[in-house]
């Protein structure tokens, strides 16, 4: 079940990634450019931590660069998908004390990395309300448009997690 497919309504963004809090950016593998067209976004060395949730050939980034890949789907996720989204925020937080940039990125930029930012602004003191709202305001009115991960950081990660792996729905 993938969100994207399931609201073609859903317009690409207007830039290849943007910036949530400082060093934190949220970003996907296609955009809207200036001409109108669809336009790939390719990550060179701008970021010191690329973390990618939807694996795609030739979108980068450049030898070098850490680089986290963890596919999950714009749908339901299992407990051992939903840990590695916990791991994945874990690492944001640890990048961000370090004062490294970070790229969260996704198809467009919108739900799979967003449950991951979001979850990394919870875990730094944001309540999940907020982090949603500042994802909304910084990327787009579309992030997080899958209610699903919306009910996932509503829950809380870990519980999210727990209810999975006991086949109890989220929430």
Do not use: K
């Not at 949603?132 to 009115?141: F, V």
């Amino acid at each position: 079940m993938r969100t994207r497919g399931m609201q073609p309504d859903v317009p690409a963004p207007a830039s290849p990634w943007s910036e949530i809090v400082p060093g934190l950016w949220m970003g996907g593998h296609e955009f809207r450019g200036r001409s109108g067209r669809l336009e790939t976004a390719v990550v060179g060395d701008e970021f010191g931590l690329v973390q990618t949730l939807l694996r795609l050939p030739g979108y980068g980034p450049r030898p070098g660069v850490e680089h986290h890949v963890w596919p999950i789907p714009d749908g339901p996720l299992d407990g051992t998908e939903l840990a590695g989204v916990i791991r994945l925020a874990g690492a944001v937080d640890e990048a961000l004390d370090a004062g490294r940039s970070i790229l969260v990125r996704c198809y467009h930029g919108y739900n799979r990395s967003g449950l991951v930012v979001a979850h990394a602004l919870v875990r730094r003191g944001s309540s999940t309300e907020e982090a949603i709202e500042l994802i909304r305001a910084r990327r787009s009115p579309w992030a997080l448009h899958n209610r699903l991960f919306v009910e996932y950081l509503r829950a809380g990660l870990p519980t999210a997690r727990l209810l999975e792996e006991l086949g109890e729905p989220a929430e």
